[in-house]
Protein backbone atom coordinates (compact mmCIF):
# COMPACT_ATOMS: atom_id res chain seq x y z
CA UNK A 1 0.00 0.00 0.00
CA UNK A 2 1.47 3.51 -0.91
CA UNK A 3 1.63 6.48 1.95
CA UNK A 4 -0.63 9.05 1.51
CA UNK A 5 1.87 11.78 0.74
CA UNK A 6 4.62 10.78 -0.92
CA UNK A 7 5.50 8.43 -3.90
CA UNK A 8 6.38 5.68 -1.55
CA UNK A 9 5.58 1.82 -1.30
CA UNK A 10 6.13 -1.07 0.46
CA UNK A 11 6.32 -1.94 4.49
CA UNK A 12 9.68 -1.52 4.76
CA UNK A 13 10.84 -0.30 8.64
CA UNK A 14 12.19 -2.26 11.36
CA UNK A 15 9.73 -5.63 12.91
CA UNK A 16 9.06 -6.08 17.25
CA UNK A 17 10.22 -9.70 18.00
CA UNK A 18 7.60 -12.23 17.08
CA UNK A 19 8.18 -13.98 20.47
CA UNK A 20 5.80 -12.88 23.07
CA UNK A 21 7.39 -14.25 26.05
CA UNK A 22 9.68 -12.49 28.72
CA UNK A 23 13.49 -12.97 27.58
CA UNK A 24 15.28 -15.33 30.84
CA UNK A 25 18.00 -12.25 30.98
CA UNK A 26 15.11 -9.87 31.72
CA UNK A 27 16.23 -8.28 35.19
CA UNK A 28 12.90 -6.39 35.87
CA UNK A 29 9.55 -7.09 37.34
CA UNK A 30 6.44 -5.49 36.20
CA UNK A 31 5.95 -3.39 39.41
CA UNK A 32 9.93 -1.95 38.78
CA UNK A 33 8.98 -1.19 35.36
CA UNK A 34 6.40 0.64 36.38
CA UNK A 35 8.51 2.37 38.94
CA UNK A 36 11.24 3.53 35.84
CA UNK A 37 8.18 4.96 33.93
CA UNK A 38 6.88 6.79 36.32
CA UNK A 39 10.42 8.14 37.49
CA UNK A 40 10.89 9.18 34.03
CA UNK A 41 7.85 10.71 33.41
CA UNK A 42 8.62 13.26 36.58
CA UNK A 43 11.91 13.99 34.90
CA UNK A 44 10.01 15.51 31.74
CA UNK A 45 10.44 12.86 29.17
CA UNK A 46 7.54 12.10 26.46
CA UNK A 47 6.12 8.65 26.43
CA UNK A 48 8.34 7.43 23.22
CA UNK A 49 11.61 8.74 24.97
CA UNK A 50 10.63 6.70 27.82
CA UNK A 51 10.42 3.51 25.91
CA UNK A 52 13.89 4.45 24.33
CA UNK A 53 15.42 4.88 27.49
CA UNK A 54 13.68 1.81 28.97
CA UNK A 55 15.68 -0.20 26.16
CA UNK A 56 18.70 1.19 25.40
CA UNK A 57 19.89 2.36 29.07
CA UNK A 58 17.81 -0.36 31.37
CA UNK A 59 17.76 -3.19 28.84
CA UNK A 60 13.93 -4.01 29.00
CA UNK A 61 13.17 -4.38 25.10
CA UNK A 62 9.44 -4.81 25.73
CA UNK A 63 7.01 -3.08 28.34
CA UNK A 64 3.81 -4.29 27.30
CA UNK A 65 5.19 -8.26 27.33
CA UNK A 66 6.29 -7.45 30.92
CA UNK A 67 3.76 -5.17 32.23
CA UNK A 68 1.01 -6.16 29.80
CA UNK A 69 0.03 -2.74 29.18
CA UNK A 70 1.72 0.06 27.33
CA UNK A 71 3.69 3.20 28.52
CA UNK A 72 1.00 5.36 28.01
CA UNK A 73 -1.98 2.76 29.41
CA UNK A 74 0.69 2.41 32.49
CA UNK A 75 0.57 6.86 32.85
CA UNK A 76 -2.93 6.91 32.15
CA UNK A 77 -3.58 4.15 35.45
CA UNK A 78 -1.35 6.93 37.75
CA UNK A 79 -3.27 9.75 36.08
CA UNK A 80 -0.10 11.73 35.12
CA UNK A 81 -0.80 11.15 31.34
CA UNK A 82 -0.01 14.87 29.10
CA UNK A 83 -3.63 16.54 27.97
CA UNK A 84 -2.28 16.16 24.29
CA UNK A 85 -1.33 13.13 22.93
CA UNK A 86 2.20 13.30 22.06
CA UNK A 87 2.29 12.64 18.16
CA UNK A 88 -0.73 15.17 17.96
CA UNK A 89 1.78 17.85 19.86
CA UNK A 90 4.60 17.05 17.78
CA UNK A 91 2.76 17.72 14.55
CA UNK A 92 1.68 21.24 15.78
CA UNK A 93 5.37 21.92 16.93
CA UNK A 94 5.96 21.55 13.24
CA UNK A 95 3.17 23.36 11.77
CA UNK A 96 4.72 26.73 14.06
CA UNK A 97 7.87 25.71 12.64
CA UNK A 98 6.66 25.97 9.26
CA UNK A 99 4.73 29.08 9.65
CA UNK A 100 7.59 30.97 11.35
CA UNK A 101 9.64 29.78 8.10
CA UNK A 102 7.32 30.82 5.36
CA UNK A 103 6.83 34.47 7.57
CA UNK A 104 10.46 34.91 6.21
CA UNK A 105 10.01 33.66 2.82
CA UNK A 106 6.76 33.64 1.78
CA UNK A 107 7.18 32.18 -1.70
CA UNK A 108 8.27 29.25 -1.04
CA UNK A 109 5.37 26.76 -2.26
CA UNK A 110 6.97 23.23 -1.17
CA UNK A 111 6.85 24.50 2.44
CA UNK A 112 2.68 25.99 1.79
CA UNK A 113 2.52 22.76 0.57
CA UNK A 114 3.84 21.15 3.57
CA UNK A 115 1.32 23.47 6.10
CA UNK A 116 -1.51 22.22 4.09
CA UNK A 117 -0.52 18.46 4.56
CA UNK A 118 0.41 19.08 8.48
CA UNK A 119 -3.05 21.06 9.14
CA UNK A 120 -4.46 17.62 7.25
CA UNK A 121 -2.62 15.27 9.25
CA UNK A 122 -3.75 17.34 12.71
CA UNK A 123 -7.22 17.09 11.79
CA UNK A 124 -7.42 14.19 10.96
CA UNK A 125 -5.49 12.74 14.29
CA UNK A 126 -7.37 15.06 16.54
CA UNK A 127 -10.50 13.32 15.17
CA UNK A 128 -9.34 9.68 15.78
CA UNK A 129 -8.37 10.93 19.13
CA UNK A 130 -12.03 12.11 19.87
CA UNK A 131 -13.57 9.28 18.61
CA UNK A 132 -11.50 6.86 21.37
CA UNK A 133 -11.89 9.28 24.16
CA UNK A 134 -8.55 10.60 24.40
CA UNK A 135 -9.95 14.32 23.69
CA UNK A 136 -12.47 15.64 24.97
CA UNK A 137 -14.91 16.12 21.96
CA UNK A 138 -15.49 19.82 22.39
CA UNK A 139 -11.44 20.57 21.50
CA UNK A 140 -10.09 22.30 18.69
CA UNK A 141 -8.14 22.80 16.84
CA UNK A 142 -7.00 26.47 16.08
CA UNK A 143 -4.17 27.67 14.12
CA UNK A 144 -3.91 30.78 15.88
CA UNK A 145 -3.97 29.40 19.37
CA UNK A 146 -1.14 26.50 18.00
CA UNK A 147 1.73 27.82 19.94
CA UNK A 148 -0.54 27.36 23.25
CA UNK A 149 -1.39 23.75 22.67
CA UNK A 150 2.47 22.93 23.39
Do not use: F
Not at 21 to 47: C, D, F, H, T
Not at 101 to 117: M, T, Y
Not at 123 to 137: D, M
Amino acid sequence: MARKYSGAKGKAGSKKPIKKSVPSWNRYGAKEVEMLIMKLNKEGQAPSQIGLQLRDVYGIPDVKILCGKSITKVLADKNVLPPLPEDLQSLIKRLIMIKKHLEENKQDEVAKRGLGITESKIQRLAKYYKRTGRLPQDWKYDVSKAKLYV
